[in-house]
């Protein structure tokens, strides 16, 4: 064997195995759909092929008794060039691409099946000389070669332009590296007649598959993204309309859920920024608190329009039917929102709905929960409630100066509160002051 023929052989085994761990790499790790995959296992395969292929021609020295064999191999490579190129389009993501390659293929099979006997296209010799030591040479027609193989590769960059435009503003640089591919292909074979150029293709096929696979997931992340930011705003905005549905029955508490929303946010930032509670408060919790904060009293839903709008106070009786806003607040929520959030969702609106009325000392409804036993969210919500009840004006009472709910939330420290939120709270205390006057100015300016 000489050492053309094993560098010959050598680069083949090569090209095969760089091959076979890309087509494995694709169907296993890469986000391609079934077509896409299929699509590069196809072109893959076929660059092996023609690798295989071109060993034969030119790896073995000529030999005229195979001459028949390999005037089909000659063949077969050829109409494939153009067709594994389509197929390549055809792996970006193009519908059609794939019977488009089977057209090319066929025109270039017919024309190397009619041509082959009278060897217009390829040429090969009888006699082994020095001259036509390798496999095929040129016909008199190879122009018919370079023809289809040039419209292919016009196709080609069309279908790029097409592919591009789905994939935003980087079709430039897709388009690039697939032309490096085709010029690695075509311009040593058809120039300096250097048979190895396949193993340059094929190298080249693969850079640009991890280049692309990467542009790939990149989109599908950044599509994810948008999908669940879309799901997340619809479900802040079912629950903010659930809310004002719920207050608009209970006709004296306008703007109390816009203002305690803003409270439980601004009282989780304040307790995160001064370290209070950190293995629980992160951005998630205080996303999660601010967006259903409005559904604290969801169970209201099942009390009666007659107690809930009654002025004046409550008989004991009303006042235990009243409690079941809490009591049923969490199956309450669980079923509103049961379909259109996960289970993390549903368990922290449960958590509020049920437990914004437990206190500190272990006095409170549904449960009678005391101390750190009561869900945080809750206990922050238990605060930002009765706080703004105070300052709010009742038919039954007028609207406490923001100054003395903050004594009395102060002297409820320790028995109803946790006291170290109600800490945190009074430290910041102007915030509250001014989002009580921002929201409630807003209500009477309409
Ligand atoms: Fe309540």
Known sequence: MDGLTLF??????????????????????????????????????????CALAEFMLHGIPYDPRFKVILTILTVLQFALA???AMLFAGALGLRYQGRIAIIFFGICLLIGVCCAPFELVFLFRDVADETYK?????????????????????????????????????????????LVVLAAGIIPMTIYQLHIAYIAVGMAACLCYVYYNDLVQQDTSAELLEKQQKISELQTQITARLANLIESRDTETGGHVARTSEYV???????????????????????????????H?????????????????????????????????????????????????????????????ERWDGNGYPNKLSGEDIPLCARIMAIADVFDALVSKRCYKEAMPVEEAFKEIEKESGTHFDPKLVEVFLKHKEKYASINAEITDKEKGG
């Open 8 to 49: 010959y052989m050598f680069a083949t085994i090569l090209l095969i195995i760089l091959m076979v761990a890309m087509s494995i790499h694709v169907l296993n790790y890469s986000g391609f759909n079934k077509q896409q995959k299929g699509w590069f296992i196809a072109t893959f395969a076929s660059i092996s092929f």
């Open 82 to 84: 153009p067709c594994f």
């Open 297 to 357: 009293d969801v169970g209201k839903i099942l009390v009666s329009d007659k107690i809930l709008r009654k002025p004046g106070r409550l008989t004991p009786e009303e006042y235990e039917e009243i409690k079941k806003h809490a009591s049923m607040g969490g199956t309450v929520a669980r079923q509103v929102l049961s379909g259109i959030a996960d289970e993390e969702y549903l368990n922290f609106v449960s958590d509020i709905a049920t437990y914004h009325h």
């Open 134 to 178: 390798f496999g095929y040479n040129r016909g008199p027609l190879f122009i018919i070669y370079l023809i289809t193989y040039f419209t292919s590769l016009v196709y080609i960059i069309i279908a790029l332009f097409i592919v591009g435009r789905k994939f935003h503003h980087r079709d430039i640089s897709t388009i690039i590296m697939v």
């Open 265 to 295: 946010k601004t009282l989780a930032e304040d307790l995160k920024a001064d370290g209070v509670y950190t293995d629980i408060i992160n951005d998630h919790f205080i996303f999660l608190l601010y967006n259903l904060a409005p559904m």
